[in-house]
């Protein structure tokens, strides 16, 4: 009985992070767009949720006890002003750019939940996040289960409407500027325009996992967000192949479940004053698995990836006879 | 408002400016931004500290040069510092970045250079823990000098020798066949190989360079502050704003960058609080992009 609750469990928040992957596929693996603030939108959407559907707080500003659905749309909402904004600021130029920028929000935002305490609690939070079916949890087995049963609803939507998306006229043009932008614009399409789009709906659908997870755990606090998380998206994304669907979502998986088993082997391999040091160790080895996939299986389980690099004549091949 | 400021701002704007003229190097010569650029400035720093560490072992305890609260030391652990960041800089360009770049794929060697940077930075998170500490804890007295400003002796010290590296830099990029066989592969890369130059020997160069800064940045910051392993890692979005302020491939530009975001942030310092000071580099990288894109001294991409 416990493993099936700690299976439903792990199972939620490993979808959850698909979710944050399929958002990153649909930015990286499809468009090109490299983004480097990931937990900067999930924050966002986690934050937006949380401020709309808590109770009155007179500490900070709202809780204003909105439902949850509201919470989720309006998350929806905002973090994808908030890509489309970085979007438009950014897709004009070089692709490296993007990175950069992206990365600032990450930090920005991560900034403003630290020290905004009127609006994000600060340091310590928001707490009493409602959760959906909160009157099961006195039974945690019902409550683990059907709290996965909304998250792979959720999942399983936005991975139809993701592929069907990615086979419609609109896929084909994001595809079509990422193998060769010339010719795509030759045909009359506007890159700049379809990749704001991309990266807005990709960042939206990023903050709804923000919000899914809020709702889940019931208590957010800055540190959920560190570009750690960043990271482990990326890893997720490479590891199940950038650019197909069912890639995002299996190496989401499998990528947790080695997190998540390695953490349980350094738990009980170290004693607890070595506990920190072991989670660096744990990073490194992620790091370092990152780098070995890029070299020797770019492609990941399940990849498609750009045969050529995106931004046409502007992702200028750099000199390459050095090293190796 | 109090002329402290403008102190602490060039300091500031030192630290920023030698980590930019490495992104912006490695930026305009490679062809991409380094996101483990501000590991090899914490890098840098311990790297020096276990010499100054290895030092003290042999010889003892030294006494710092009169006003500083430094010895002899730590200016030759800076100096095997700063070979060593290079080492490591070439090292991983040699088991990573090079081999991405023969790949062709730009973008791709920018996403590796983000997980070595976790891999890196946590990497000293596990050996030296995330504990800050020190390369000394003696306490300066600040001297003052006219219109509310004091400074210390540590402080004079370290802003001459930024002058001195950046000027070193500079006639190095403009007065000699190696900075010119760099700038000559900034501008462009097919034609410069035409015409005969060594472009591995040009890459060496260029890492070199930017991790010898970055770790003179390093140990500036663990003098002047303190020495921990996301030191670095917290310089990054300063030194990649920096670096497209002054306009990419720029060396006087990355330098004068990174003065005028080390300004802005001591005067939002005192302004508006030190907790907001990081949001400085963002919005200023947000406006030069709207504004000017090819940065103060840029020359636009053909």
Not at chain 1, 23 to 30: A, F, K, P, V
Not at chain 1, 63 to 74: R, T
Not at chain 2, 190 to 211: E, M, N, Y
Not at chain 2, 268 to 275: P, R, S
Request: glycine residues 12%; aromatic residues 8%.
């Amino acid at each position: 009985m416990d493993l099936l609750g700690y299976g439903a469990f792990f199972l939620t928040t490993a979808l959850i992070f698909s979710l944050i992957t399929l958002g990153l596929n649909l930015q990286w693996g499809l468009t090109g767009l490299f983004n480097v603030g990931v937990a900067g939108f999930v924050a966002i959407g986690a934050y937006t949720s949380a401020l709309l559907t808590t109770p009155d707080d007179a500490a900070r500003l709202g809780g204003f006890d909105l439902p949850i659905l509201i919470g989720w749309l309006g998350a929806m909402l905002l973090g994808g002003v908030a890509a489309a904004i970085t979007g438009i600021a950014t897709l004009r130029l070089r692709s490296d750019y993007l990175a950069i920028t992206t990365f600032g929000v990450a930090v920005v935002v991560q900034l403003v939940a630290l020290n905004a305490q009127k609006l994000t609690g600060g340091p310590f939070g928001i707490g009493f996040i409602p959760r959906p079916f909160g009157g099961l949890a006195e039974t945690p087995l019902l409550f683990n289960l059907s709290n996965l049963a909304i998250v792979s609803v959720v999942t399983l939507i936005v991975y139809l409407a993701l592929e069907h998306l990615s086979r419609s006229p609109w896929g084909r043009v994001l595809k079509a500027l990422r193998e060769d932008e010339r010719a795509a614009i030759s045909l009359g399409k506007s890159a700049r325009f379809y990749r704001v789009q991309a990266f807005a709906v990709g960042g939206a659908i990023m903050a709804l996992a923000g919000a899914l997870q809020a709702h889940f755990t019931g208590f957010i606090a800055p540190d959920n967000y560190l570009p750690a998380l960043t990271f482990q998206v990326w890893v997720m994304l490479i590891v199940g192949g950038s650019g197909s669907n069912i890639g995002a979502v299996i190496g989401s998986i499998l990528v947790w479940a080695i997190w998540a088993g390695s953490g349980a082997l350094t738990s009980m391999l170290f004693s607890p004053e070595q506990q920190a040091r072991a989670a660096s160790l744990q990073i490194v080895a992620i790091g370092v698995m990152l780098c070995v996939i890029l070299l020797v299986r770019p492609n990941g389980l399940f990849g498609d990836r750009p045969r050529r690099p995106r931004f046409g004549k502007r992702a200028r091949v750099a000199p390459s006879e050095s090293g190796s | 408002m109090n002329l402290q400021f403008v102190v602490d701002g060039l300091l500031a704007g030192s630290m920023i400016g030698l980590g930019a003229i490495g992104v912006t190097l490695t930026y305009s010569i490679l062809r991409f931004s380094n996101f483990a650029h501000g590991d090899f400035m914490a890098w840098g720093a311990y790297a020096t500290l276990a010499v100054v560490g290895a030092i003290g072992a042999i010889f003892g305890k030294i006494a710092p040069i009169a006003p500083l609260s430094f010895g002899w030391p730590l200016i030759v652990a800076l100096i095997i510092g700063m070979a060593a960041t290079g080492l490591l800089a070439l090292a991983l360009d040699m088991v990573l970045f090079a081999r991405l770049r023969a790949k062709g794929q730009a973008i791709i060697v920018v996403m590796a250079s983000f997980g070595a940077s976790m891999a890196l930075r946590s990497l000293l998170e596990f050996i030296f823990t995330s504990r800050p500490t020190y390369f000394s804890r003696a306490i300066q007295i600040a001297m003052p000098i006219g219109f509310g400003i004091r400074i210390t002796p540590d402080q004079i010290a370290l802003l001459l020798l930024t002058a001195v590296l950046v000027l070193g830099v500079h006639l190095l990029m403009t007065r000699t066949q190696t900075g010119r066989s760099m700038q000559a592969l900034s501008q462009n890369a097919a034609l410069a190989r035409i015409v005969g130059i060594d472009v591995a020997r040009v890459v060496r160069v260029t890492w070199i360079i930017g991790g010898a800064l970055a770790c003179v940045a390093g140990v500036m910051i663990g003098i002047l502050i303190q020495i921990r392993p996301f030191m670095g890692f917290e310089m990054l979005l300063p030194m990649f704003a920096a670096a497209i302020l002054g306009g990419i491939g720029s060396v006087p530009g990355a330098v004068l960058g990174g003065l005028i975001i080390g300004m802005a942030e001591a005067a939002a310092v005192q302004l508006i609080g030190a907790e907001w000071r990081a949001a400085v580099s963002f919005i200023i990288l947000m406006a030069v992009l709207f504004v000017r894109p090819i940065g103060l001294f840029g020359v636009r991409e053909r």
